[in-house]
């Protein structure tokens, strides 16, 4: 596998990195129990709706919120870059990785924003949660939605396939503009905030502890979604090190390598791990 696959396939790994979820998926529908049925039906194909030979939602959703996109901004540019010369100073990526990583990712990533800010309807395409609400009231606007509701409940891929054709055209008639579409991103700000919680505690243990923090990303971070790494730090005796943080022991999948990282670390309760050997180790 080249270099360039490599990092496509990196891209790829972060759908859905799901925290503990504070919302419920299809809660939304809690009082409208026929859509809370469809919703929780339509949840239960899991991958096959964002796959590209299932349903194919994850690329479907992109290219409509693409049109919407900008340029990933300068000033975010030079953070990244911050991070990636401590990834080449601690020999985790060579120049040829890194120049790819600016010319083929950085360069062609879009960021929708809304006010001005960074809007969680960027992550909208690998969130199956959100997608299958938003599924659901698409199905529900269409003056065919019975028969068609009826049948996905005896045959679920079959009559989603039959409308995948027309999804695109579909979603851009009921949903325009990304304030519709982030309308649908209750899963996403639950995990985000999560996230951020667990980042926030992680940095506050490790500040007391002596660490310097040198990187940290935020929302819709490149260098975490290609290299997996949350924080890149330096220990009071002087060595480097890169961190994935998880909010806690269940949202960590052991079994996942993350080839840039060293430490994976849980924010509640505190627990450093060697991301390498999986012990647990004290710093």
Not at 75 to 100: P, S
Not at 167 to 195: H, M, R, V, W
Request: aromatic share 10%.
């Amino acid at each position: 596998m080249n270099l360039r696959d490599q990092i496509k396939n990196l891209l790829k790994e972060t759908i859905e990195q799901q925290e503990v979820n504070v919302y419920k998926p299809c809660s939304r529908f809690d009082l409208a129990k026929y859509k809370l049925a469809t919703c929780i039906n339509i949840l239960r194909l899991g991958p096959w709706l964002v796959s590209e030979d299932g349903l194919d939602l994850s690329n479907i959703i992109e290219e409509i919120l693409d049109e919407y996109g900008t340029n990933v901004p300068e000033e975010k540019i030079n953070e990244y870059r911050i991070a990636t010369d401590l990834l080449q100073q601690m020999g985790k990526v060579n120049q040829k990785f890194v120049d790819i990583f600016y010319d083929e990712i950085v360069k062609n990533r879009k960021f929708v924003l809304i006010n001005n800010k960074w809007s969680p309807v960027n992550k909208l395409n690998t969130n199956r949660n959100d997608l299958a609400e938003l599924l659901t009231d698409l199905l529900f606007k269409s003056p065919k939605a019975s028969p068609i509701v009826k049948k996905l409940f005896k045959q679920p891929k079959e009559t989603l396939e039959d409308i995948k054709p027309h999804l695109k055209e579909l979603l851009q008639k009921y949903f325009k503009g990304p304030d519709k579409f982030a309308e649908y991103t209750k899963n996403i700000e639950s995990n985000s905030k999560q996230g951020q919680d667990g980042e926030d505690e992680v940095r506050k243990v490790l500040e007391e502890k002596g660490f310097e923090i040198l990187y940290q990303g935020g929302d819709g971070d490149l260098i975490d979604m290609i290299f997996g790494v949350d924080l890149i730090v330096k220990s009071p005796t002087g060595e480097y090190k890169t961190i994935q943080v998880k909010y806690q022991e269940s949202s960590w999948q052991r079994d996942k390598n993350y080839r840039f990282v060293d430490w994976v670390i849980i924010a509640f309760p505190f627990t450093v791990y060697d991301q390498k050997s999986k012990n647990v180790i004290e710093i």
